[in-house]
């Protein structure tokens, strides 16, 4: 059984970009519109890092089906 590193990073970036957006959402406006000109860092972060998670878990996926099939370096 071999490892894939992309699907362990993906579940931690889309669980930490989820956990970020939800905060920057329930999170008061009034912070980022004292330091940060008016944005919510945290939920803009969050989609980021949610959508990089995704990507990862996207290429661990797609490389756990080219093997299944046999197709793919066969190491």
Same mark, same amino acid.
């Given at each position: 059984m071999q490892l894939?590193?992309?699907l362990p %990073?993906?579940?931690m970036f889309s669980l930490f970009? &989820?956990?970020l957006?939800?905060?920057g959402l329930v999170s008061g406006h009034t912070p980022y519109e004292e330091h940060s000109l008016g944005i919510n %860092?945290?939920?803009d972060w969050g989609i980021v890092l &949610?959508?990089?998670g995704a990507?990862?878990?996207a290429l661990a996926l797609r490389a756990k089906g080219r093997v299944a099939r046999g197709v793919g370096p066969s190491t």
């Open positions: 894939d590193v992309r %990073i993906g579940l970009g &989820a956990i957006f939800v905060f %860092i945290n939920s &949610a959508l990089f990507c990862m878990l």
